[in-house]
């Protein structure tokens, strides 16, 4: 009655020892270390691994273990005075290379690494570091769409010798101007090939077409702006050399960034925020001066009037490094792709000896007191950083100069990163000291460990040796939670331990309803058999129904909550479902093992 086959037991010993092994490493602790990434976004090999060493031995900086992870190199040390002396030393010998960052790395033996077998990560409330919450400005996404559709559209109409004038984008609109109503089809047409999707509706007086993106097409702009915004903040946070980052979306138009062990968020905001890209323009000779309204930044350089006509923009640039021209002066290397070299390479070819210009362009974020009120302004930057005459004809590769050395280094960096699809602007700042991080976690494992033992004496007290055998399950319950946030890589955070702090509680929740059902039947004459059988059968719907409304409050306040209500309802989750199995098939497994296979007189419970 009261046994399992000898498979069902066999798999739930396999389970224990599965998450006995994901939950290991978490018993070593961390080790201070050093990141090593390559800046050309390639694996580090063993053979640079060796050579980091070698430069280290020639330092007579001892390191205590070295090895790849993710395609990056780990270096581990005994003290944070060795860690950070590597930091500076590899810094200086390949800092062209490589972003050299300080972490933490996990001190578990190289048997359990090479399971790859890791540590759950600690959240940026329990290690310290600096919260950044940045809005994305759709509107400028939106208009920047708007005008490239403006130049696509002048250049096919031009190609197709159709007299036309396409007006600034007015919002989500773009009115296009023929000469007569009969090229009207033709137009549309042309239109039409440059993106399906796009609205056109004829304007009232029949000469004109008025052009649109549908809302479809402005919530995919609008979400290719923040995932492209992303991709490129994670790209400068692994410039800035921080380990371990997280850049994740939060709602319609913001980005969240957590900085573990980043203190100092000053060099943080130019390089988050910074929204500097580059422009190719030609200058127009034809010495109309009203194009140079375009830019109210610094004067251009010689107050030349550029042509609206974009030959390459920052989008395309592939990679970008600080350098030295031929005549010495400081340089910025540019690679353009396939695209832009292309263009590049056709406007050369028809405009040699003729100037072309390097536009910088910058928003930024100004606080204006108007009154007692105190406002912030999106400015936009234009200055022209360098003019030089086309001498000969080139394509992907060329050098932008006219820069002093830091100019050109922080220029090169930004461009190598990626341009934004659209200006960011921080609304939230936090900085967590590591003082207080591991305070955080001191507090809460000392809240857990008192919730779990004051637990496991009230079951011992009371349920005798089945609350003994609860307490197993609780204790199987702490290691599977950990086990599985260790598995998928999962952050603890500080919601996260209230989370477990509520799941010690609620984890016995079955094994209560089981043993009181067990009495009952003792109460009511049934043998000892019995009486176990029809307290796991019987108490069964009970337990599946208080979990499963708890489940789905769980899921819910995932799907909707964000930060630290997420990290509670991860724990909270994971912890229902670890104590469902081990109150029902891991208790019983014991139960039957030690009361099954025997006849017994009484019920210890």
Do not use: C
């Not at 490493?25 to 063993?46: C, I």
């Not at 796009?198 to 993106?213: E, K, P, T, Y």
């Not at 390459?312 to 290397?333: T, Y």
């Amino acid at each position: 009655m009261n046994k399992y086959p000898f498979w069902l037991n066999l798999t739930v010993l396999a389970i224990f020892i599965a998450g006995l092994f994901l939950a290991l490493p978490n018993l070593y602790g961390s080790a201070n270390a050093v990141q090593v990434a390559s800046v050309r976004d390639s694996a580090v090999t063993q053979v640079m691994l060796d050579e980091y060493l070698r430069v280290l031995d020639t330092r007579e900086i001892p390191v205590e273990a070295a090895y790849l992870k993710d395609e990056r190199g780990i270096l581990r040390f005994d003290s944070s005075s060795d860690q950070q002396a590597a930091a500076d030393v590899l810094r200086q010998r390949f800092d062209r290379d490589v972003n050299v960052a300080l972490t933490l790395a996990p001190r578990m033996p190289s048997w359990l690494r090479n399971l790859g077998l890791d540590p759950m990560s600690l959240g940026l409330d329990l290690r310290g570091g600096v919260y950044v919450l940045l809005e994305v400005d759709m509107e400028t996404a939106i208009s920047n769409r708007m005008k490239a559709y403006q130049q696509d559209f002048i250049e096919r109409l031009r190609d197709a010798q159709i007299s036309h004038r396409v007006d600034d984008p007015d919002g989500n609109l773009i009115r296009v101007r023929l000469q007569s109503a009969d090229v009207l089809e033709r137009a549309r047409a042309i239109i039409r090939e440059a993106d399906e999707d796009i609205l056109i509706v004829d304007s009232a007086d029949g000469r004109s077409l008025n052009v649109r993106m549908s809302d479809t097409q402005i919530k995919e702009r609008q979400d290719f702006a923040v995932e492209q915004n992303m991709t490129t903040l994670r790209n400068r946070v692994d410039s800035l050399g921080v380990a371990e980052p997280l850049v994740q979306r939060q709602g319609v138009d913001r980005i969240v960034v957590q900085l573990p062990g980043v203190q100092d968020s000053t060099e943080l905001d130019k390089i988050l925020t910074a929204t500097a890209t580059l422009e190719f323009r030609l200058v127009d000779q034809s010495g109309d001066e009203l194009g140079s309204r375009e830019y109210p930044g610094r004067a251009p350089v010689n107050s030349e009037v550029l042509k609206r006509e974009v030959v390459a923009s920052g989008d395309q640039i592939i990679d970008a490094s600080a350098g030295m021209s031929g005549e010495g002066q400081p340089a910025v290397n540019i690679k353009l792709d396939s695209t832009g070299g292309e263009r590049m390479l056709e406007t050369t070819q028809n405009n040699v000896g003729k100037p072309m210009s390097t536009l910088f362009i910058e928003w930024r974020e100004e606080s204006v007191r108007i009154g007692d009120q105190v406002e912030q302004r999106r400015i936009k930057t234009e200055e022209i950083i360098n003019t030089a005459t086309i001498r000969g004809v080139f394509k992907n590769n060329f050098q932008i100069t006219g820069l002093t050395a830091g100019e050109a280094s922080s220029l090169a960096r930004l461009l190598r990163a990626g341009a934004l699809a659209a200006p960011v602007y921080k609304i939230d700042e936090r900085t967590i000291g590591p003082t207080l991080g591991q305070d955080n976690i001191d507090r809460g494992f000392r809240a857990i460990m008192i919730g779990f033992f004051s637990v496991i004496a009230f079951m011992a007290f009371y349920y005798r040796w089945f609350g003994m055998i609860a307490n197993v399950a609780l204790l199987s319950n702490l290691v599977f939670i950990v086990a599985v946030l260790s598995m998928f890589g999962a952050s603890l955070t500080l919601p996260g331990i209230a989370g477990i702090v509520l799941t010690v509680g609620m984890a016995v929740d079955a094994n209560v309803l089981i043993f009181e059902r067990i009495r009952e039947e003792i109460s009511a004459g049934a043998s000892p058999q019995s009486a176990i059988h029809a307290g796991y059968d019987k108490a069964l719907s009970s337990i599946a129904d208080a979990n499963i409304t708890t489940l789905i409050a769980a899921v819910v306040l995932f799907a909707f909550g964000t930060g630290a209500i997420k990290g509670f309802a991860i724990t909270l989750t994971i912890g229902i479902a670890t104590s469902m199995f081990t109150a029902i098939v891991g208790t019983r497994a014991i139960v039957n093992l030690a009361f099954g296979r025997r006849k017994i007189e009484s019920v210890p419970v």
